[in-house]
């Protein structure tokens, strides 16, 4: 294990392994930044969300907690005006592109977009972002589990724990630009690809887009 | 004498020293390219551009002509000298002249040439567009407006050399500097990179030198050289250009390059689309292995590097190094977070240097003749040459390398010749879809890498683009837009939907759609996606948005408050209109050239556009003769009503 140092968080001393992200110190220590596409273990962070923006002693822009290395002495914002900008643009454009029907999702209260909104004072009302058209397709098809891509936030969990963990392969994403997707090797449905249904997809979305069955229609066929 | 005995004992036969074994390639080629003092020769550019424009079809008429007359000639097919307005060029170099370069050289004027000049001897100076050396008769092309500008330090053999005859380029000269470098330490060759300061042309302008240290210096014994030859700016051509033309110049770069950091294998990443470039690329490549300049002990040294082409599927962000080296390793092309930067893991996790196709040609030059001579061109800052690609709105576009410095109305006044057909100057887009729209007041500014991020803009890789009075900068401003959210790669949020959003708003605007309150939350999402944004493409999106806003707020505000487009540009706020005043009875001509039949002719014999018809194609516009111009455009919508009340 490398060697610990101390660092200031929001005026907190706290102490933590050389090198380890920020990220993951800040939020060990009860300390919340906003965040969707990181996950602890990964070698290269995606920092694709560019929603866990804090300023560094030192740095002249903000940068990404989930990149930033822990070094000896360093002096650590997460809110800032700079900061507190940059993560409620990122927010609304992810809202603009998420289907908002919040009472009728399953994630409805333990919603990371819900988090964030919590905890940064963020409401939906004063967007002033066109909703951009929502994908309206949904595949039914695994027998445990539903694939909601309208409302996707394309952080690529469930696509890391696909190929890295599980070591599946089944999905991954395709597309350029606003068309970029999470989807199968020649977009069948997912109980078309190779899917196991072992559910570690489903676990890691932040959001409503992956999400079991209930257990009364998992059982239907079964008895 | 020691190394001699141990080579006889080893029973291997001495090898020669590098400068040996360079000068008996040398010295083959020279006397190989002897018969083209002595007979004429006729060189046709023939890179894409001047294939483009029918030089293929003047290449055989003059293979043609030659043959049915008996004349003993040789023609030759070389690159491009940059003068995109004068394509097909041809050069002749007749014994007894001055070598004649002709512009747009047709069938009839190949016949004409080989008639008059080969067959005879009147080099038809009539035709003439300027001899290579300096002479009694003719001007040449230092004689030019853009000659007084350009300095070339390396597009001087472009459009001279055959890039596919690696003795063209040894003649010249050629691998002399990578001779040079193989005799020398490495790091000592690396130390004069530095000391020239040579900045990578790509964009960035980060320096090469230090790029090569840290490759050099990170720990590992693979090690890559990658050339990007990515080009993908809407308007840019200026490292196709190069890599058609001199290829060996490239390869001899990267070699040195490959020595410096102790690379044994590299990579040319070039975009498929470019064919031509590739296939030149191929030919020379294998040249150069032939003669023992590329692959296992290279010039008899203990050096080797093995180059090969990464023919790329040409996605815009894989000109970003990270989104690059992924698409090589057969993954999606998208960026990466940096650091790590590639010098310390790039391709395969290997310490890479990746650098511009320009950039690598500056390095020949630059051991051949030293950092100094390097230094004392351009500006201390940013030394030695640009390369740009006049395009757009210009009398004389084309490729030109000028000192670092030149500013640009020097650039396009007198190099591209101004703004043609009598239109007022409107802007010039630099740096393409990540550089900005820079009006009037900041021609004055001398371009180098830091000088135009004060103005919004950036060098760029050397694409310009002149903009007249035509023009619509908010269009211009979604065009960008568009290329870039078309080409995000969609990882990140604020480039893939942050420049969405800004696209729709830019569109709403130009259909008249736009609210006052839209311009602060465009303004606001570029300010955002410029910091928030993963990579360099997001980072610098927003910038032709920003320079607009900046420079030319007006356009935006008469689209959004008076629906009115000011460069009557925009078809939904702009009407064609004839005014009955200009027309003739006489003249049918905007009938004929209308597709949709939307023109009629009026009880009186003169015209009218049915406006439910009209697609607004300008046809109409530019069919009408000059002596009439009775077609004209008029915006905002409501100045129809007032005209056709008024004309009633």
Same mark, same amino acid.
């Given at each position: 294990m490398s060697k610990k140092v101390t660092i200031t968080i929001d005026g907190r001393r706290i102490s933590a392994h050389e090198g380890e992200k920020l990220l993951w110190v800040a939020l060990d220590s009860g300390i919340y930044i906003p965040h969707l596409c990181a996950i602890r273990g990964q070698d290269r962070p995606p920092a694709g969300c560019r929603l866990c923006f804090v300023e560094v002693g030192g740095r002249l822009g903000p940068v990404t907690a989930c990149t930033e290395p822990i070094r000896e002495g360093m002096v650590v914002r997460t809110r800032t005006p700079r900061v507190d900008r940059l993560v409620e643009t990122a927010f609304r454009l992810l809202l603009s592109d998420h289907r908002l029907d919040c009472k009728n999702c399953?994630?409805?209260?333990?919603c990371e977009l819900q988090v964030i909104a919590r905890e940064r004072g963020l409401g939906p009302d004063r967007d002033p972002l066109q909703p951009l058209p929502a994908k309206t397709y949904i595949d039914e098809s695994p027998r445990t589990f539903v694939f909601d891509p309208g409302r996707c936030v394309l952080c690529g969990r469930c696509v890391w724990v696909d190929q890295q963990v599980a070591g599946v392969g089944a999905i991954g994403f395709s597309g350029r630009g606003i068309r970029r997707r999470v989807t199968t090797f020649g977009d069948s449905n997912l109980a078309e690809s190779p899917c196991t249904e072992c559910g570690l997809c489903v676990e890691v979305c932040p959001v409503g887009a992956l999400f079991f069955k209930l257990p009364a229609k998992k059982t239907k066929g079964d008895s | 004498m020691r190394r001699e005995n141990r080579e006889r004992e080893a029973g291997v036969m001495a090898v020669p020293s590098a400068e040996k074994f360079y000068a008996m390639l040398r010295s083959a080629a020279v006397a190989g390219l002897r018969i083209l003092d002595e007979v004429p020769v006729i060189r046709i550019g023939t890179a894409t551009c001047g294939i483009a424009a029918g030089a293929l079809l003047v290449r055989d008429t003059f293979r043609d002509e030659l043959n049915k007359r008996g004349i003993e000639a040789r023609v030759m097919e070389v690159g491009c000298m940059g003068h995109c307005y004068a394509e097909p060029m041809v050069i002749i170099t007749k014994p007894g002249f001055p070598s004649l370069c002709y512009n747009n050289v047709d069938e009839e004027l190949a016949i004409h040439l080989v008639d008059d000049f080969l067959a005879r001897g009147d080099p038809c100076y009539e035709f003439a567009m300027a001899a290579l050396e300096p002479n009694d008769f003719f001007p040449t092309f230092q004689d030019f407006p853009r000659g007084i500008y350009e300095e070339k330090m390396i597009l001087g053999d472009c459009g001279l050399i055959d890039p596919q005859e690696i003795d063209h380029f040894l003649a010249r000269d050629g691998y002399l500097a990578l001779c040079k470098a193989l005799q020398t330490e490495s790091n000592q060759v690396l130390q004069e990179i530095k000391k020239a300061n040579l900045r990578g042309r790509g964009g960035a302008g980060f320096p090469a030198g230090e790029k090569w240290d840290m490759a050099r210096k990170a720990p590992g014994e693979i090690k890559f050289v990658i050339c990007n /030859?990515? &080009? /993908?700016?809407? /308007?840019?051509?200026m490292d196709r250009n190069i890599l058609e033309s001199n290829p060996h110049l490239v390869i001899e770069g990267m070699i040195i390059c490959a020595y410096c950091v102790g690379a044994s294998r590299g990579f040319l990443?070039?975009?498929? &689309?470019y064919r031509q470039a590739v296939c030149r690329m191929e030919r020379a490549l294998e040249q150069a292995r032939e003669k023992g300049l590329l692959g296992e002990r290279i010039l008899g040294s203990n050096f080797s590097f093995n180059l090969e082409i990464f023919t790329a599927a040409g996605a815009f962000v894989c000109g970003e190094g990270t989104a690059l080296v992924k698409s090589m390793e057969g993954k999606m092309g998208i960026p990466e977070h940096r650091p790590p930067e590639l010098a310390e893991s790039g391709y395969l996790g290997k310490p890479t240097v990746l650098n511009n196709v320009k950039t690598f040609c500056y390095v020949p030059p630059i051991i051949l003749r030293g950092a100094r001579w390097f230094r004392d061109v351009g500006t201390p800052e940013s030394p030695g040459t640009a390369v740009f690609a006049l395009a757009g709105k210009i009398s004389a576009p084309g490729l030109v390398e000028v000192p670092m410095g030149t500013t640009l109305r020097q650039l396009i006044d007198d190099v591209g010749g101004g703004v043609p057909h009598g239109k007022r100057f409107k802007a010039v887009q630099i740096g393409g879809p990540s550089g900005g729209c820079l009006p009037e007041q900041a021609l004055d500014i001398p371009i180098d890498f830091d000088s135009l991020l004060g103005a919004g803009a950036m060098m760029g890789s050397g694409g310009i683009i002149v903009l007249d009075e035509d023009d619509c900068m908010v269009r211009i401003a979604r065009f960008f837009l568009n290329f870039t959210q078309e080409e995000s790669c969609g990882k990140c949020t604020f480039c893939r939907l942050g420049t969405r959003h800004m696209f729709r708003i830019l569109d709403d605007i130009i259909r008249g759609k736009g609210e006052m309150g839209q311009l602060e939350t465009l303004r606001r999402l570029a300010e955002d996606i410029k910091i928030g944004s993963l990579c360099n493409l997001g980072k610098t999106a927003p910038n032709p948005v920003l320079t607009t806003l900046r420079y030319f707020f007006d356009e935006y505000r008469a689209h959004i408050s008076e629906k009115r487009c000011p460069a009557l540009s925009c078809p939904e706020l702009t009407v064609y209109f004839i005014e009955p005043k200009r027309c003739s009875k006489l003249c049918n001509v905007c009938i004929g050239s209308c597709p949709v039949e939307a023109i009629f002719t009026r009880d009186d014999g003169l015209k009218a556009i049915d406006q439910e018809k009209c697609v607004k194609c300008d046809n109409c516009l530019k069919a009408c003769p000059p002596d009439y111009s009775a077609v004209i455009k008029l915006s905002p919508l409501s100045l129809l009503d007032e005209r056709l009340g008024k004309n009633k």
């Amino acid at each position: 294990m490398s060697k610990k140092v101390t660092i200031t968080i929001d005026g907190r001393r706290i102490s933590a392994h050389e090198g380890e992200k920020l990220l993951w110190v800040a939020l060990d220590s009860g300390i919340y930044i906003p965040h969707l596409c990181a996950i602890r273990g990964q070698d290269r962070p995606p920092a694709g969300c560019r929603l866990c923006f804090v300023e560094v002693g030192g740095r002249l822009g903000p940068v990404t907690a989930c990149t930033e290395p822990i070094r000896e002495g360093m002096v650590v914002r997460t809110r800032t005006p700079r900061v507190d900008r940059l993560v409620e643009t990122a927010f609304r454009l992810l809202l603009s592109d998420h289907r908002l029907d919040c009472k009728n999702c399953t994630k409805n209260g333990r919603c990371e977009l819900q988090v964030i909104a919590r905890e940064r004072g963020l409401g939906p009302d004063r967007d002033p972002l066109q909703p951009l058209p929502a994908k309206t397709y949904i595949d039914e098809s695994p027998r445990t589990f539903v694939f909601d891509p309208g409302r996707c936030v394309l952080c690529g969990r469930c696509v890391w724990v696909d190929q890295q963990v599980a070591g599946v392969g089944a999905i991954g994403f395709s597309g350029r630009g606003i068309r970029r997707r999470v989807t199968t090797f020649g977009d069948s449905n997912l109980a078309e690809s190779p899917c196991t249904e072992c559910g570690l997809c489903v676990e890691v979305c932040p959001v409503g887009a992956l999400f079991f069955k209930l257990p009364a229609k998992k059982t239907k066929g079964d008895s | 004498m020691r190394r001699e005995n141990r080579e006889r004992e080893a029973g291997v036969m001495a090898v020669p020293s590098a400068e040996k074994f360079y000068a008996m390639l040398r010295s083959a080629a020279v006397a190989g390219l002897r018969i083209l003092d002595e007979v004429p020769v006729i060189r046709i550019g023939t890179a894409t551009c001047g294939i483009a424009a029918g030089a293929l079809l003047v290449r055989d008429t003059f293979r043609d002509e030659l043959n049915k007359r008996g004349i003993e000639a040789r023609v030759m097919e070389v690159g491009c000298m940059g003068h995109c307005y004068a394509e097909p060029m041809v050069i002749i170099t007749k014994p007894g002249f001055p070598s004649l370069c002709y512009n747009n050289v047709d069938e009839e004027l190949a016949i004409h040439l080989v008639d008059d000049f080969l067959a005879r001897g009147d080099p038809c100076y009539e035709f003439a567009m300027a001899a290579l050396e300096p002479n009694d008769f003719f001007p040449t092309f230092q004689d030019f407006p853009r000659g007084i500008y350009e300095e070339k330090m390396i597009l001087g053999d472009c459009g001279l050399i055959d890039p596919q005859e690696i003795d063209h380029f040894l003649a010249r000269d050629g691998y002399l500097a990578l001779c040079k470098a193989l005799q020398t330490e490495s790091n000592q060759v690396l130390q004069e990179i530095k000391k020239a300061n040579l900045r990578g042309r790509g964009g960035a302008g980060f320096p090469a030198g230090e790029k090569w240290d840290m490759a050099r210096k990170a720990p590992g014994e693979i090690k890559f050289v990658i050339c990007n /030859g990515d &080009e /993908g700016d809407p /308007g840019a051509f200026m490292d196709r250009n190069i890599l058609e033309s001199n290829p060996h110049l490239v390869i001899e770069g990267m070699i040195i390059c490959a020595y410096c950091v102790g690379a044994s294998r590299g990579f040319l990443y070039i975009r498929s &689309e470019y064919r031509q470039a590739v296939c030149r690329m191929e030919r020379a490549l294998e040249q150069a292995r032939e003669k023992g300049l590329l692959g296992e002990r290279i010039l008899g040294s203990n050096f080797s590097f093995n180059l090969e082409i990464f023919t790329a599927a040409g996605a815009f962000v894989c000109g970003e190094g990270t989104a690059l080296v992924k698409s090589m390793e057969g993954k999606m092309g998208i960026p990466e977070h940096r650091p790590p930067e590639l010098a310390e893991s790039g391709y395969l996790g290997k310490p890479t240097v990746l650098n511009n196709v320009k950039t690598f040609c500056y390095v020949p030059p630059i051991i051949l003749r030293g950092a100094r001579w390097f230094r004392d061109v351009g500006t201390p800052e940013s030394p030695g040459t640009a390369v740009f690609a006049l395009a757009g709105k210009i009398s004389a576009p084309g490729l030109v390398e000028v000192p670092m410095g030149t500013t640009l109305r020097q650039l396009i006044d007198d190099v591209g010749g101004g703004v043609p057909h009598g239109k007022r100057f409107k802007a010039v887009q630099i740096g393409g879809p990540s550089g900005g729209c820079l009006p009037e007041q900041a021609l004055d500014i001398p371009i180098d890498f830091d000088s135009l991020l004060g103005a919004g803009a950036m060098m760029g890789s050397g694409g310009i683009i002149v903009l007249d009075e035509d023009d619509c900068m908010v269009r211009i401003a979604r065009f960008f837009l568009n290329f870039t959210q078309e080409e995000s790669c969609g990882k990140c949020t604020f480039c893939r939907l942050g420049t969405r959003h800004m696209f729709r708003i830019l569109d709403d605007i130009i259909r008249g759609k736009g609210e006052m309150g839209q311009l602060e939350t465009l303004r606001r999402l570029a300010e955002d996606i410029k910091i928030g944004s993963l990579c360099n493409l997001g980072k610098t999106a927003p910038n032709p948005v920003l320079t607009t806003l900046r420079y030319f707020f007006d356009e935006y505000r008469a689209h959004i408050s008076e629906k009115r487009c000011p460069a009557l540009s925009c078809p939904e706020l702009t009407v064609y209109f004839i005014e009955p005043k200009r027309c003739s009875k006489l003249c049918n001509v905007c009938i004929g050239s209308c597709p949709v039949e939307a023109i009629f002719t009026r009880d009186d014999g003169l015209k009218a556009i049915d406006q439910e018809k009209c697609v607004k194609c300008d046809n109409c516009l530019k069919a009408c003769p000059p002596d009439y111009s009775a077609v004209i455009k008029l915006s905002p919508l409501s100045l129809l009503d007032e005209r056709l009340g008024k004309n009633k």
